[in-house]
């Protein structure tokens, strides 16, 4: 079964604040999803703990 947690990040392009949909079953991971509002690709990187969302964090591609 998998844990899934929603979480507000801001676009480091756009600067708006985007909805997204984590994977609390996986501890660590990272994936690039584009952007809802300019869709230019940004890199997650979650982190988690016993299916617990413990942070989120959202870079450019190129940083």
Do not use: K, N, W
């Not at 079953?25 to 997650?44: A, G, K, L, M």
């Amino acid at each position: 079964m998998h844990h899934t947690d929603t979480a507000f990040v801001q676009c480091p392009y756009c600067g708006e604040e985007i909805e997204i949909v984590v994977d609390g079953s996986v501890e660590h991971q990272q994936y690039v999803e584009d952007c809802s509002v300019c869709c230019r690709p940004i890199v997650f990187t979650v982190v988690a703990e016993d299916g617990e969302v413990l942070s989120v964090d959202a870079r450019s591609e190129d940083e």
